[in-house]
């Protein structure tokens, strides 16, 4: 059983960033791809950013390419999301999603296995 616990979600102005994590305690983090999922109205629930285990391949959807990064430390089991440049289309509540494998990034929702509870990221114009 793996445990997702997000946090640093919050309001934040058009234009600022934000740094969300997900710490994943007690488990073989590093033997696991994971993901960040973005679930509000409106949204198809895709992901918008994807790391493989070792974090040496990463995934972008188009709408955050470019203004967002996926770091994960494997010696403190937590992944980050950080985004930058946020814009009122960003607001969501963010999941982040695991799943074992030690080969590929996964980009599809019905790939992983473990989510979190989620964290809240609002942007106001």
């Known amino acids: 059983q793996v445990q997702l616990v997000e946090s640093g979600g919050g309001l934040v102005q058009a234009g600022g960033s934000l740094r969300s994590s997900c710490a994943a305690p007690?488990?073989?983090?590093?033997?696991?791809?994971m993901g960040w999922f973005p679930q509000a109205p409106g949204k198809d629930g895709e992901f918008v950013a994807a790391i493989n285990w070792n974090g040496l391949r990463t995934a972008y959807a188009d709408s955050v390419k470019g203004r967002s990064t996926i770091p994960r430390d494997n010696a403190k089991n937590t992944l980050y999301l950080q985004m930058n440049s946020l814009n009122p289309g960003d607001t969501a509540v963010y999941y982040c999603?695991?799943?074992?494998?030690?080969?590929?990034?996964?980009?599809?929702?019905?790939?992983?296995?473990?989510w979190g509870q989620g964290t809240q990221v609002a942007v106001s114009s």
């Open positions: 007690g488990c073989a983090f590093s033997s696991y791809a």
């Open positions: 999603a695991a799943q074992f494998s030690r080969v590929a990034v996964l980009l599809t929702r019905y790939a992983y296995h473990y």
